[in-house]
């Protein structure tokens, strides 16, 4: 589990101005993306309870190919491959313990994630 909030704010710092939505998704069925607080030992217990609802070594159908990964795809699934975060003068809007985190399922591998600007919006 990665924070990414300070990458994803600098990859748009001086070409967000406004006010808008920013999503960001990972394009890849074993990684996902949340928001969340990233003290070490609350994403440990994230880890654990990951391992207690969808165990690795489970009887998966996806397993009895290639690849042993079902694990992965049922946990990227359930996390989810995108989020949606406010933004107000090009700044990332997350509350004061929240950051963007990159959950990588199956790895370490190589990710992409994509962030785009989806529209300015207004506050209600």
Known sequence: ????????QAAIEGKVGRDGLLLVSVPHTTCAVTLNEPEPGLLDD????????VPWD????HNQ????????HVRA??????????????RLQVGV???????????????TVD???LADAASV
């Open 1 to 8: 589990m990665h924070p990414i909030g300070r990458q994803i």
């Open 58 to 61: 489970g009887d998966y159908a």
């Open 97 to 111: 313990w929240q950051d963007v985190l990159l959950i990588e399922c199956d790895g370490p591998r190589s990710r």
């Open 65 to 72: 190919g290639a690849e042993d990964n079902a694990a992965a």
């Open 77 to 90: 699934n359930l996390i989810g491959h995108q989020v949606l975060v406010p933004t107000v003068d090009g």
């Open 115 to 117: 962030v785009r600007l």
């Open 46 to 53: 994230f880890a654990r309870a990951l391992e207690r609802l």
